[in-house]
């Protein structure tokens, strides 16, 4: 998981004196936000003046640990139905890859799991689910392009409850937050497995791309209005991406990390654990 953006820019700037505008502008550039920026500069500036840079690793370290939860929480599948996780965000962020991912991962722990193809927008999309589903070996329900998905993710809800399957895994169409009648249909999927059970969508979990920067947390706060979202799933890790967005809309939204992505085999996905990500950061 070698995206320690924040670790490189830190050492630019080891043992030289700097100020604390330069400071604040890095802390800005790995895509913390403005608000946690201002906060480490605040804590930074109790400890000494003019600014330490060996300080900067030990406070920002501390700020984050305390913003995250130790590990994300363990999903645990109602007896007699589906636990239902949806996966929403913005396209090209990696989601049908991650709700392959997020399916392998919990056949893994034993699980039954079904995996709801409600992306009949994007071509290919379906097929592109199909084709994980047979490398993994997990049942793929789908629809034909241009139906209704809303429609199709209450029957593969009343499929899996009627076979014990006890994850369902919705993959729904990539939407921009801009998009209004695109999100009103995210809206309908989330009403109408909620007619199934109260309880779900048990987790509405927004895909973010780790290189998307500061408009990841425009596209959480749209969304989380829309579905109230529970978690995010922090993709593209292993490339140039900062991981900083996930601070941002922790601080901002309270919705933290439950999964990262950190490559492109089906098990370079991982539950979120808050020493590993602090450490990969700083």
Known sequence: MPFGFLK????????????????????????????????????????????????????????????????????????????????????????????????????????????????????????????????????????????DAASLCYDAYNSAKGRGIQFLICDTAGRLHTKANLMQELSKVSRLLGKQDPEAPHQKLLVVDATTGVNGLVQAKEFHQLVGLTGIILTKLDGSGKGGIAVAISQQLGITPQFLGTGEKPTDFEGFNRERFVAEMI
């Open 8 to 147: 490189s820019l830190l050492h630019k700037i080891s043992g030289r004196s700097v100020n604390w505008e330069e400071i604040e502008d890095m802390l800005i550039q790995a895509d913390l936000g403005p608000t946690m920026a201002l906060d480490i500069v605040k804590s930074l500036k109790k400890r000494s003046s003019p600014p330490s840079s060996e300080d900067i690793m030990p406070v920002t370290r501390d700020h984050l640990a305390h913003l995250f939860p130790p590990i994300a929480p363990e999903w645990k599948p109602p007896i007699g139905r589906p636990y239902v996780a949806l996966l929403v965000g913005v396209n090209g962020t990696g989601k049908t890859t991650s709700a392959a991912k997020l399916a392998y991962f919990l056949k893994q722990k034993g699980y039954s799991v079904l995996l709801v193809a409600a992306d009949t927008f994007r071509a290919a999309a379906i097929e592109q689910l199909q084709t994980w589903g047979t490398r993994l070996g997990i049942e793929v329900i789908h629809s034909q392009y241009g139906s």
